[in-house]
């Protein structure tokens, strides 16, 4: 399976995601994985020649497929967790600042050494080797120090539960924002959408707008026309007080 799949897969994501001229963090982090499953799904050969020619399994080669498996399990433990956090920003928070390419290659560096350490660290104490066991050779890791290897087993552990669960919770958040955002545009689209969903910029727009335009729909109250009654009235008062004192009307007089 990893052969026929995991090889032509991780190799298609690859040549994707190389040819794109402008490259985004998540674009990197991508690409890293793809390459560390890629070297995972190389070395399954051994895996499977260790398993199939137990007859031929010697103590290098159980140390080079306990050190490969350790490595390649941290590294994308670790791109895992850090896809996740990239994504969450990106797409709930969008106009926050954004990764860079040079922080996520900088991030992919601080995972690659971490999981590296981890794993030399197990390597220096366990001594995997092989054993003849009911008359096949298989490999069986051994420690010395009984201490140190449960404390990295327990640390291992620790980071395998931190990883999943920030890594659930992450995409669990994506899943509620993208489903409500999925919501709104549909209440859009059916003319369903409740005032309270309509931003405060748009509403304070909207009624800065009716404010500036004239309300030629709306009834006045008997106190607004007597109040305009009685300015007519006052003008017209005025206006024949200014006309009988004038020049006509004293001639008329």
Not at 50 to 63: M, W
Not at 141 to 170: D, K, R
Not at 173 to 197: G, S, T
């Amino acid at each position: 399976m990893a052969l026929f799949l995991g090889l032509p897969g991780n190799a298609i994501i690859l040549q994707a995601y190389a040819r794109k001229k402008r490259k985004t963090s998540t674009d990197i982090l991508i690409m890293a994985q793809a390459s560390v499953d890629f070297i995972a799904c190389v070395f399954t050969p051994v895996f499977i020649f260790a398993s199939g020619f137990p007859d031929l399994v010697t103590d290098g080669l159980c140390q080079m497929t306990a050190v490969t498996g350790e490595l390649t399990a941290h590294t994308t433990l670790l791109l895992t967790t850090a896809i996740s956090i990239d994504r969450y920003v990106v797409v709930c928070h969008p106009f926050r600042r954004r990764m860079t390419v040079r922080m996520s290659i900088s991030l992919l560096i601080i995972c690659t050494l971490f999981a590296t350490a981890f794993s030399s660290g197990i390597a220096v104490l366990t001594e995997p080797h092989a054993v003849i066991c009911n008359g096949r050779r298989l490999c069986i890791i051994s420690s010395s120090n009984s201490t140190g290897y449960l404390a990295f087993e327990m640390t291992f552990a620790a980071l395998f539960f931190v990883s999943f669960t920030t890594t659930t919770l992450f995409y669990a958040l994506i899943y509620a924002f993208l489903r409500k955002r999925a919501k709104i545009h549909a209440e859009l689209v059916n003319n369903d959408l409740p005032l309270a969903a309509i931003s405060s910029k748009n509403s304070s727009l909207e009624s800065n707008s009716r404010i500036d335009q004239p309300e030629t729909n709306q009834h006045s109250s008997p106190l607004e026309i007597y109040i305009c009654l009685g300015n007519w009235r006052k003008l017209i008062k005025t206006m024949v007080t200014d006309f009988y004192f004038s020049d006509v009307g004293r001639r008329r007089k």
